[in-house]
């Protein structure tokens, strides 16, 4: 066997390892993954997550999806709690508290002011009779089983169980709240990802710089207005302010002859694609579908609010 197949064989054994390792945890949550839901639920302040070590990488990410996805969190680290971090919790909050083993000493002073001050505490270790898990309000057991590096010391298995149950968490938090893909922009607006979950109002040009003209409008005003806007198009409106259609290059080149003895609404092409301006941009470049430029922005009245150019997404990065 080549040292690259055995480096294949070492990868493939961790991650089946792994693998198997969510499927138990996901066979053994009961009724203590619903109790910690409610307690988090429930909570008046915000969730801190502690834990030392790897369990303390764990833990850090764990409040990082937990403060993005609408639940209030941050991590605490054991060590600073004994050094004056502990008084950034408050009785308002819940703590969530990570250790494989449960008997992590630098855990100590934190479990102790949690109960000290009766601050609601969810435990997760392996060890159903540890310090942490006999001391806690809600304890979640994770199961026993080797780690992946096959001699126990190198916290691989027991770190990925603890990933999956804190995305788990976060989860179940979000739907409950309904948490919206638009709620998670207001935590994300730097970014491709933030730039995807754009609403159309944020990117749309409004007021004076809409082209728009009046069904009866002659053909020779519609044409400076198209010109002057700078977008290449032009909404027709009907006397009540209502878009009615969209005069493009092509309606154009079908009425070249006679076109300036026309008006607006005889050249137009009515009932045009429009969207509604709290759309997600993503939403009106599906719209677009690579054949159309612009798209007006009406309510549902088709009154209209906005124009939105293809550009303006691409300058936003949503494409």
Do not use: W
């Not at 429930?42 to 801190?48: D, E, L, N």
């Not at 298995?157 to 999956?164: E, F, K, N, Q």
């Not at 919206?180 to 922009?185: A, D, I, K, Q, S």
């Not at 599906?286 to 007006?296: D, N, Q, S």
Request: hydrophobic letters at 45%; aromatic letters at 4%.
């Amino acid at each position: 066997m080549t040292d690259h197949q055995k480096f294949l064989a070492t990868a493939t054994r961790v991650i089946d390892a792994e693998a198997a390792a969510l499927q138990t945890l996901s066979a053994s949550l009961g009724d203590s993954f619903g109790e910690a839901v409610s307690l988090l639920l429930a909570a008046k302040g915000r969730v801190i997550v502690s834990g030392m070590g790897k369990s303390g990488h764990i833990a850090r990410k764990m409040a990082a999806t937990f403060a993005s996805t609408g639940t209030p969190a941050h991590f605490v680290h054991p060590a600073e709690a004994s050094h004056g971090d502990l008084g950034m919790m408050t009785s308002g909050d819940v703590v969530i508290v990570l250790s494989n083993s449960g008997e992590t000493p630098e855990l100590a002073d934190l479990v102790a002011y949690t109960r000290r001050f009766d601050i609601p505490m969810i435990g997760v270790a392996s060890r159903e009779t540890s310090t942490l898990l006999t001391q806690s309000d809600v304890a979640i057991l994770l199961p026993q089983l080797g780690e992946a590096c096959g001699t126990g010391i190198v916290p691989t298995t027991s770190t990925t169980m603890t990933l999956a149950l804190g995305d788990a968490l976060a989860i179940a938090l979000m739907e409950h709240r309904k948490f919206t893909p638009e709620n998670f922009r207001d935590f994300h607006p730097g970014g491709k990802l933030g730039a995807k979950l754009a609403k159309v109002r944020d990117l749309m040009h409004g007021g004076d710089s809409i082209p728009l003209v009046s069904e009866n409008t002659p053909m020779s005003d519609t044409l400076l207005t198209i010109s002057q806007k700078g977008f290449g198009v032009v909404g027709v409106m009907d006397a009540k302010g209502y878009l009615q259609g969209i005069i493009t290059d092509g309606d154009l080149r079908r009425h070249m002859t006679g076109l300036l003895d026309m008006t607006a609404g005889q050249v137009m092409t009515s009932q045009p694609r429009t969207v509604r301006p709290d759309a997600l941009a993503a939403e009106a470049i599906g719209v677009m579908e690579g054949k159309i430029t612009c798209l007006f922005v009406v309510d549902d009245d088709m009154k209209t609010q906005g124009i939105l150019h293809i550009h303006d997404c691409l300058r936003a990065g949503v494409v």
